[in-house]
């Protein structure tokens, strides 16, 4: 229903409400408050240095002083539990003549009790009989709280909403109607109803956003057959049995996860989460491998050529004979044209790129399996446009940021989820300092030692070059110029960052891993994936100014055997936030307390952040209601999946998330 429906509503208020983005009367009567003041009439006597409420009389002709524009205020006496206290209020110079003597009204506010005055904030030209729950809206222009509260309520009284949620559940859980949720939290009679309505309206929210995950993941298997994947296990094994390696508990049964998805009539959609280190890419090669068995292709992408390089090196080592080609931005005209026709002709197996992989002519033959590594660095529409480019692709995710068990669902609710906790063997824990700037001596001996080992060191920092105007950050430059400074030029220093030309970084990167260099100064492009054996100290400059997720990811670089390592922290500010990271090495608990100390928006980026903001209900406060909604909108879906019309309701909602998938 439009906005113009409403009676009496004018052109200038529709606009505000745009502006705050109500555009129907549905947004409007779903503007919930986000604060309710309580106020309960109370004896001044009984003041104790809160804001108060009392009712009195008028005892004196209120005195209007002006003291510039936008600035007055009104001075009178009022009687109150017998006594005479003087009242002084601002910029309410309107209501002098309401103020008449025998007057009786309400005033909220603070008393000197010493001065005998009152201060009031607010004032109301009658006495409060009882108490009452006033509710406070985030407000845009000038309009006021009271007349969108007056807006909402009265929309609420000249329209029936009916029940969204299926009548079933409402009778289950006893809630109350919709109708009545929406006035009582908009206009609370009391305490309890304004709990009965923030249950409804939680729970309807909710359930309709567990409602799309569930719908999406259901429909996604039905009318799928004969997509199940044939493949020899002995084949398999023999691989398996031919790494340097025996595979963790975790590895295996992520494997076997796998394995099970692509047995089944099901279209896999599985996301693996391991902290950095624990092995996730060989799980990935077998899954390459059972669907290369399979006879389909695979295609693997990966945030940043590095890593897709390094993962195309490493396939060919672990799976003999395989037809693989490595597409990326740089890959000549030449080789891609050939590289899409190979694909095209079914010619290869398995297709290794970054972005360059979801561009439409792309095509493949038979593809079976999409894996996206360090999924959270794409967009939910670029994994998307690679899983389309096959009839019933499964799907699979990496993942080395573990997020806190209660937000698993919300963000991941469509995908199955496989952890791969335990570490390989032989692995110790990197030791984990944190230093002032004014201490850097001791982390320049450490750095010194580890050199004389013949180890290789990470530094990194959060800018490629000077950027920030005071000068208080480092950047790669002026870290390359002191580290050879501090060292005597005596040293081989490499710097590495973004701005660099895919060549020019892949010798840099070549020159670490074969240790010529032997440490590398970068910025954050060294984040994800790469896997140098033998650097065993991470030293990060202005740590502050990092996640504590990325700061551990960063950590996850060094310790990948059994010398001792150490990741050290150069930083003089947010020691609390960082010292989680020297106490833990443990990537859910660190997740856990980085969502605490920075919020959602940093943890997952803004397109993921932005699917947990809901009006009212809490993620964390709220999960039972979430984990109920997720089991009553699976039974809902089930029950009706071949026909909504009974539900025109969820019906739309339906339209409007069908073309995502
Ligand atoms: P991540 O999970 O961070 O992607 P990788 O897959 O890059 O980790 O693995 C890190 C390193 O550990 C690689 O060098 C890999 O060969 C090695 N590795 C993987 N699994 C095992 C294992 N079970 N035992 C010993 N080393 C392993
Ligand atoms: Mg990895």
Redesign the pocket.
């Known amino acids: 229903m439009d906005l113009t429906s409403i009676n009496g509503i004018g052109d200038k208020t529709i606009k505000i409400l745009n502006n705050m983005n109500i555009f129907s009367v549905e947004d409007l009567i779903n503007y919930y408050p986000y604060k309710y003041n309580f106020y309960k009439p109370e004896n001044i006597n009984n003041y104790i240095n809160e804001t108060i409420t009392i009712n009195g009389i008028v005892e004196s002709i209120p005195k209007a002083i002006y003291i510039k524009k936008n600035f007055n205020y009104l001075s009178f006496r009022v009687v109150t539990s017998n006594k005479i206290i003087n009242v002084t209020i601002f910029n309410r110079n309107f209501l002098k003549n309401n103020l008449t003597i025998g007057k009786e009204i309400c005033l909220i506010g603070k008393y000197n009790k010493e001065k005998n005055t009152f201060t009031a904030n607010n004032i109301l030209l009658t006495p409060l009989l009882e108490s009452i729950i006033e509710p406070i809206y985030h407000i845009k222009n000038n309009l006021k709280n009271k007349q969108l509260n007056n807006l909402i309520c009265n929309t609420l009284n000249n329209i029936e909403q009916e029940n969204t949620l299926p009548e079933y559940i409402i009778e289950r859980y006893n809630f109350i109607n919709e109708h009545n949720a929406l006035k009582e939290i908009h206009n609370p009679k009391n305490i309890n109803n304004l709990k009965q309505a923030k249950i409804y309206l939680k729970y309807k929210e909710l359930f309709e956003f567990m409602f799309k995950i569930n719908y999406l993941k259901i429909k996604r298997n039905i009318n799928l057959n004969n997509i199940k994947k044939e493949f020899d296990k002995e084949k398999i094994k023999e691989l398996i049995n031919s790494l340097p ?4 508990q975790d ?1 295996n049964k992520a494997i076997e996860d796998i394995l099970n998805d692509f047995n089944s009539n099901k279209r896999m959609n599985r996301l693996v989460i ?1 902290d ?7 799980v990935a090669f077998i899954a390459i491998y059972a669907n290369i068995l399979s006879k389909y292709q695979s295609a693997f992408l990966a945030p940043t050529e590095i890593l897709a390089n390094q993962h195309f090196i490493n396939i060919q080592k672990t799976i003999p004979n395989i037809n693989v080609e490595l597409l990326t931005s740089t890959t000549s005209k030449t080789k891609r044209k050939e590289i899409l026709t190979k694909l095209k002709n079914n010619e290869l197996d398995c297709i290794i790129g970054t972005h360059s992989l979801i561009n439409e002519e792309v095509q493949f033959n038979n593809l079976g399996l999409v894996i996206t590594d360090e999924q959270h660095r794409f967009g939910v529409n670029q994994r998307k446009n690679l899983q389309n480019k096959g009839d019933a692709v499964d799907v699979l995710y ?1 993942s ?1 940021t573990p997020i806190p068990r209660t937000y698993a669902l919300t963000i991941y609710g469509d995908m199955d989820i496989s952890e791969i906790k335990t570490k ?2 032989g692995r110790k824990e990197v030791i984990t300092k944190l230093y002032k700037e004014s201490d850097i001596k001791e982390c320049l001996n450490i750095m010194l030692d580890e050199i004389k080992k013949g180890h290789q060191i990470y530094v990194v920092s959060p800018l490629v070059e000077e950027q920030d105007e005071e000068g208080t950050l480092y950047d790669v430059e002026k870290l390359y110029d002191k580290l050879n400074i501090a060292f005597n030029n005596k040293i081989d220093i490499g710097i590495l960052h973004g701005k660099l030309k895919t060549k020019e970084k892949e010798t840099i990167m070549d020159n670490f891993k074969q240790g010529k260099i032997k440490i590398l100064v970068s910025t954050t492009v060294i984040e994800v ?1 790469v ?1 140098v ?1 033998n650097a065993t100290c991470m030293v990060i400059f202005n740590a502050e100014r990092f996640g504590l997720s990325t700061l551990h990811q960063l950590r ?1 670089r060094v310790g ?1 055997n059994d010398l001792t390592s150490y990741c050290l922290l150069v930083s003089n500010y947010d020691k609390e936030r960082l010292n989680v990271l020297c106490s833990s090495t443990d990537g859910f608990y660190i997740s856990e307390k980085d969502f605490e100390l920075r919020g959602s928006g940093n943890l997952f980026g803004t397109e993921q952040s932005g699917e947990m903001s809901f009006k009212l209900a809490n993620i964390k406060e709220d999960i039972k209601i979430l984990n109920q909604t997720n089991i009553d909108s699976k039974e809902f879906i089930e029950k009706n999946i071949n026909n909504f019309s009974e539900y025109p309701y969820y019906q739309r909602i339906i339209d409007s998330i069908s073309f995502i998938d």
């Not at 390696?245 to 963790?248: I, P, V």
């Not at 950095?276 to 060989?282: D, F, L, N, R």
């Open positions: 390696f025996d595979l963790t590895q391991g950095v280190g624990s092995g996730k890419t060989i990496m080395a390989p063997s994936g896997d054996k996850g990948r």
